[in-house]
């Protein structure tokens, strides 16, 4: 990606959750040049890459596949003492752009649709060497127990939520207008626990076509 398209998605979700209501914590303004003098007081955003992250799964086409994401609270598998066990985050996906099929082999996830048009979610079960099965997939959305075929579809409207365990690959984009995404998990780990379907890296590679000014949660200097 180039970072004036990294800069453009973080201004267009700020917009986004803006006009929303949905208010983000100081570190989400930090710039380069702030993080330049911030000294360990901040460990924990850098070691749980709290903060932005823009991908377009490293395919170019970041109108068609991509997500704009900021996580605000994380804990850290490796902790011993566990102490943070959950992780929140906030997504901005525009009308039509998807984010492909993966699962988590760890992470339990509530997906809720915060703000904006239809959230559309399509859900296989996984075989155990991480291909697509043919049997129904069982989830919970909002208290409710609901069974879709392979491949079926959920669709959630502002305020509806669902809950995806490990294991159940999921992709989902917006229908009929952008949505402001919320994601309430347990511990995640970006690096190590997304199985996409089609092999992608997680984070993209970076052209600097103009200097960086908010960095992405990878690029904090230690």
Known sequence: MRRSEIRRAIEEAEAFFARSGFWLPPFARWTKSDWATIGRDADEIRTRRLGWDVTDFNLGTFANKGLTLFTLRNGLMSDPGNRKVYAEKIMYARDGQLTPLHFHEQKTEDIINRAGATLVIELYNSTPDGKLDDSPVVVQC????????????????????????????????????????????????????????????????VEEDEPADRLLCWEYPR
């Open 142 to 205: 909002d208290g409710v127990r609901r069974e879709v075929k392979a491949g079926g579809r959920v669709e959630l409207r502002p305020g509806e939520s669902i809950t995806l365990t490990p294991r159940v690959y999921h992709a989902f984009h917006p229908r009929g207008g952008s949505v402001m995404i919320g994601e309430v998990s347990s511990v995640n780990d970006d690096a190590s626990d997304n199985f996409f379907l089609e092999p992608l890296p997680r984070y993209p590679s």
